[in-house]
């Protein structure tokens, strides 16, 4: 067994006054990351945070500098609730370093989170504008994508309406109820000779009308979501819509990992070259197809250029995206059929009077109803009209509206009168058909067209393949390294400011460490030159 003096022992017994104490910064080496960090942020300009404070009133308060280092840190380290940031500050040597010694209370914390959503958005472009001028966001290649991430709600805390109108119901009862004893206490203080005549509710019954008003809230947005299934198609009856309570905002939505609970849909914009984050929002819906075009508008907005080429997914090929990208310069790359035949597909042929083959009908391409797909179709532009896989024509019959991607599409419809008889029938026509087979086209078939052909060639597909890299990367770092799997605030404005830490924060881990790799690199040069 070991002697006691074989151990090392401490630089400093605890009880040892020491003559030349040691100080924070030489705790800290001088490469760490934290320092580049706080170099960055010591770059920003903090007028806009400074103008939210008095300045004349009050004790002095902390910087906004050093609140916003603290929260952007803690993102990168995996560390997001407020009392941890706290304990950091005060046991952490990183933390301790980088505010300067500073004890912020969680209190301070998490007001400070929700309170500087516009300066935060200016923290984002100016880190993205600083990534550009050194060459790390070029804008070639840009990927737009969704996640889910689960709000403040739990799973099970969701109503219907039918649920929410006798919880409504009984809160209404019981209100009227407080109110009448009320009353009758006021009245019989009246009789004893106090003059007592309050102008405002008691506190547990204005407990109870702001408890009745969110109920109200919660029930009107079942309501809503009700009638936007019935309209789909979906009976309300037997699947009405559940409501999250906790938080409104968010919505039921599938899980990435299965099941059903309330979420929100953070979205991102991201670089190609070095992976930053140059766009970032939140939506409380499933699909992300609203945020990719007001995306773009803001990049150009914030660094002066368009990119040249967007990458998205199937969910996202809409006609209006397509067709809007390209009135902006923009090259969309995304999943989309040609929507008409084309070679290899039976249908294709010289003369679309003249009838497919029978021989050939099994090859001819099916839809999600497993009947004849719109590509066996071809249209005749000279004349505006189609032609079926039988030769038979589809003129113009009537044009009438639908809703895509938030806006108002006209589509125009094509109908056959010739199908009775037709040997085809029953692989063309649904069953509710009643007038012969239809087939709609809008504004942006040319455009979807265009793009078809470009995901079709080599290029394009070796440029599509970058996409999964590219979108994906982001959201999984975000998830893994910064433990964003579920949003700490309520409501899709605090939700969106959360998401804004998140993307600032990531981007920020992305540009100190790529400033200590040219810095080590630029040092390395050095040496070897001198040597």
């Known amino acids: 067994m070991a002697s006691m003096d074989y151990w090392a022992s401490a630089p400093l017994a605890r009880e040892q006054a020491a003559l030349f104490a040691p100080t924070l910064d030489s705790m800290i080496p001088r490469d760490a990351q934290v320092r580049i960090l706080d170099e960055v942020l010591g770059r920003v300009d903090w007028v806009e945070w400074e103008a939210a404070y008095d300045g004349k009133r009050g004790q002095p308060p902390i910087h906004p500098r050093w609140l916003a ?81 689960r709000a403040n709600n739990s799973r099970f805390n969701t109503r219907t309406a039918k649920t929410l109108e006798e919880k409504l119901q009984a809160l209404d009862t019981l209100f009227d109820q407080m109110l009448a004893e009320a009353e009758a206490a006021d009245e019989q203080q009246s009789l004893g000779g106090t003059d007592d005549s309050p102008t405002s509710l008691p506190p547990e019954l204005a407990d109870l009308e702001s408890r009745r008003e969110l109920v109200r809230a919660a029930l009107a947005k079942a309501r809503a979501a009700d009638e936007a299934r019935k309209s789909n198609g979906t009976d309300p009856e037997k699947n009405p819509a559940q409501v999250p309570t906790t938080d409104p905002d968010s919505r039921v939505m599938p899980n990435k990992e299965g099941g059903y609970a309330p979420n929100y849909t953070p979205t991102a914009i991201t670089d190609g070259h070095a992976g930053f984050i140059i766009d970032a929002d939140v939506l409380s819906e499933v699909n992300e197809t609203p945020a990719l075009l007001a995306g773009v508008e803001r990049i150009e907005e914030m660094l002066g250029e ?55 009908w099994g090859g001819l391409r099916r839809n999600s109803n497993g009947k004849l797909a719109k590509s066996c179709f071809i249209y005749d532009a000279d004349q505006d009209r189609y032609y079926c896989p039988q030769g038979k024509a589809l003129p113009y019959d009537t044009t009438k509206s639908d809703e895509r991607g938030g806006q108002k599409v006209r589509l125009y ?119």
């Not at 923009?330 to 070679?343: D, G, K, L, M, R």
């Not at 052909?453 to 999984?476: C, D, H, K, L």
């Open 306 to 360: 368009r990119p040249e080429k967007l990458l998205t997914d199937a969910g996202n090929n809409s006609g209006v995206v397509l067709q809007t990208l390209e009135e902006k310069g923009v090259e969309a790359y995304a999943p989309v059929e040609f929507s008409e035949p084309q070679p290899g597909n039976p249908a294709y042929r010289d003369d679309p009077t003249q009838a497919v083959p029978e021989a050939d």
């Open 69 to 149: 280092a603290c929260i952007l840190y803690g993102l990168s380290r995996g560390i997001r609730s407020s009392r941890k940031l706290e304990y950091q500050c005060c046991c952490n040597i990183e933390f301790m370093w980088l505010v300067e010694g500073r004890q912020i209370d969680h209190t301070t914390i998490a007001k400070f989170r929700t309170r500087f959503a516009k300066p935060l958005k200016g923290l984002f472009r100016r880190v993205c504008q600083i990534a550009m001028s050194i060459g790390l966001v070029r804008l070639g290649e840009v990927a737009f994508d969704g996640t889910r991430v």
């Open 413 to 531: 419809v094509y109908r056959c009168s010739e199908c009775a008889g037709c040997p085809l029938a029953a692989a063309c026509l649904d069953k509710r058909a009643k007038r012969g087979r239809t087939i709609t086209r809008d504004g942006f078939e040319p455009a979807r067209d265009r793009t078809a052909a470009r995901m079709a060639s080599e290029s394009g597909r070796r440029v599509y393949n970058q996409r999964p890299r590219i979108a994906e990367t982001p959201f999984a770092l975000v998830k893994r390294a910064m433990d964003v799997r579920r949003f700490l605030l309520r409501g899709l404005e605090k939700v969106k400011t959360e998401w804004t830490w998140a993307a600032t924060a990531f981007n920020i881990g992305k540009l100190v460490r790529e400033l200590a790799r040219l810095r080590a690199e630029f040092a390395r040069m050095i040496a070897e030159t001198e040597g």
